[in-house]
């Protein structure tokens, strides 16, 4: 059975960083696309930042130059580095992921098969 299991999430000022870590368990995960979404209240979930077995990389144009994904197939965990953090990146984060060989990557959280709990991550200004 596949589990997807964040954390780092929490409180951080604004300006700060945090690193979120998904580890995944179940199977190989070497051909599986990852992501992460998040959730604010109120608002749609969004993609933020996606990743694929080849190690391509996506991101939200609201935070790229600022979050950094990352993946370590050895571990079957994956990561989101954020930087330079704004109030506005309060949300509930969540990992996905999707049997995905090659380049592609789903763009829509419905085309993901697999989901964590998700981790809080807000940011005070």
């Known amino acids: 059975q596949v589990q997807l299991v964040e954390s780092g999430g929490g409180l951080v000022q604004a300006g700060g960083s945090l690193r979120l870590s998904c580890a995944a368990s179940?199977?190989?995960?070497?051909?599986?696309?990852m992501a992460w979404f998040r959730q604010a209240p109120g608002k749609e979930r969004e993609l933020v930042a996606a990743i694929t077995s080849g190690g391509y990389t996506n991101y939200a144009d609201s935070v790229t130059g600022r979050f950094t994904i990352s993946r370590d197939n050895a571990k079957n965990t994956v990561y989101l580095q954020m930087n330079s953090l704004k109030p506005e990146d309060t949300a509930a984060y969540y990992c996905a992921t999707k049997y995905a060989p090659g380049r592609w990557y789903p763009t829509r959280d419905h085309e993901y098969d697999y989901w964590g709990q998700g981790t809080q991550v807000t940011v005070s200004s």
């Open positions: 179940g199977r190989t995960f070497n051909n599986y696309a």
